[in-house]
């Protein structure tokens, strides 16, 4: 079997990515707000960001994942193995370590403020931090190692790891076998409601991994999201996948709502089940269910954010270019400025609605700010942001322009 999506007619990926980010822009926003515990909190806190932040924490990561498996399949179209770990070595691993020395700990400064785990200025912090919280020991072997010292950057770890351990497997996928396999999706993908075979590993390993491993960020949630890559990879091998995802979008979308509804009755009226299930989860019968509305919820709004961008944005303008390099620098920057930021907003005896929209606001500006006059315009900055280089001037007046 060819694969046969090339890669200017996948522009969807792009605005799929470009939409993804903001969500998480907005997601981070509503976080002061809402009732599960975060870095900072409003001094009061609301059931109505919790349903939101808890709709959103089903897809938002899966969607990334899913897009960066297929963001892998057209790479490897056109580089070699070694270009591209060497591209994402680049791109990921060097951004990751930046984020960890420069970008985390004014965040970790503020969160500690805030908790009373720490007082005085930030230049007495940084030994302490270093001492209390770069420690991951504790931990044992585990892809929480990531999360600790990293905070939001985990995602750059985990894509890295990501893309070097797919490479076998996309070897095999590649080979005689791996085509016979494929071919069978493709005939499953052909019959009505053939899309949402893939549930049934991710409700497995739900339902298997999340009672051994239900920390955030450890075993449990990397062969998840893992498989998700995978999947990603998988569904821009031929056009045949992502069309049965175009041809289901409604019935996604129908899916996604209807398993919402039955979670968001089950979080306001059994809440302390719930909680339970979530963290501390078990294997009765009440979880294994939950685990697999999680998957069913999750892959639903996967296949209808994709059915409905290839759909619907599949197009080109003269700014997408532009805009899809900004997202990595924005998503980097955007949770420490949106806490150095908040940290004082949140102080203010006003109304919640109004710190959201302070603080969202401001930060949006700050952060297209700091993008707009130094991250863009020089090239040490831009390496360590996961951008390319500037070849010369040119393309630097060129791409300014075409932001204006």
Not at 143 to 148: A, R
Request: hydrophobic letters at 55%; aromatic letters at 20%.
């Amino acid at each position: 079997m060819e694969k046969s999506i090339e890669r200017e007619r996948c522009y969807y990926v792009d605005w799929l990515r470009i939409i993804g980010i903001i969500c998480v822009f907005l997601f981070h926003n509503t976080r002061f707000f809402d009732l599960i515990d975060w870095e900072l909190k409003n001094q009061q806190t609301f059931i109505e960001p919790t349903i939101l932040v808890m709709f959103v924490n089903f897809w938002i990561m899966p969607l990334f994942f899913l897009l960066a498996g297929a963001g892998t399949n057209l790479a490897l179209k056109a580089k070699s193995t070694f270009q591209f770990i060497r591209d994402r070595y680049w791109r990921l691993v060097i951004p990751y370590i930046f984020g960890i020395l420069i970008l985390i700990p004014p965040q970790r400064y503020v969160e500690c403020l805030s908790k009373g785990k720490f007082s005085g200025n930030f230049l007495d912090f940084l030994p302490w931090y270093s001492e209390h919280k770069l420690f991951i020991g504790k931990f044992g072997f585990s892809p929480v190692w990531f999360g600790e010292p990293g905070t939001h950057l985990w995602f750059l770890a985990f894509l890295f790891i990501f893309s070097v351990i797919a490479l076998p497997i996309i070897h095999y996928l590649e080979g005689e076998s791996g085509e016979r396999l494929i071919k069978l999706i493709g005939v499953a993908c052909r019959k009505i409601g053939g899309i949402y075979l893939c549930v049934v590993p991710l409700a497995i390993v739900k339902i298997l991994l999340q009672p051994i491993y239900p920390k955030y960020l450890s075993w449990a949630d990397f062969t998840y999201w893992f498989l998700i890559f995978i999947f990603g990879y998988i569904l821009f091998y031929d056009p045949e996948f992502v069309e049965s995802a175009e041809r289901h979008k409604f019935i996604s979308l129908g899916l996604g709502i209807f398993f919402l509804v039955i979670l968001l009755v089950i979080f306001t009226s059994f809440l302390d089940c719930l909680k339970n299930w979530w963290d501390r989860p078990d294997y009765s019968l009440g979880c294994i269910l939950f685990h697999i509305m999680w998957a069913f919820t999750t892959w639903s709004w996967l296949m209808f954010f994709l059915g409905a961008g290839k759909a619907f944005l599949n197009f080109r303008t003269t700014w997408l270019k532009a805009i899809n390099e900004a997202v990595m620098p924005f998503y980097m920057l955007h949770q420490t400025i949106i806490l150095l930021i908040g940290f004082h907003i949140i102080q203010w005896h006003s109304n919640a609605w109004l710190k959201y929209l302070v603080i969202s606001s401001s930060s949006f500006i700050a952060i297209i700010a700091i993008y707009y006059f130094l991250i863009l315009r020089f090239n040490w900055l831009r390496i360590l942001f996961g951008m390319k280089p500037l070849i010369s001037n040119v393309i630097l007046h060129s791409d300014i322009k075409r932001i204006n």
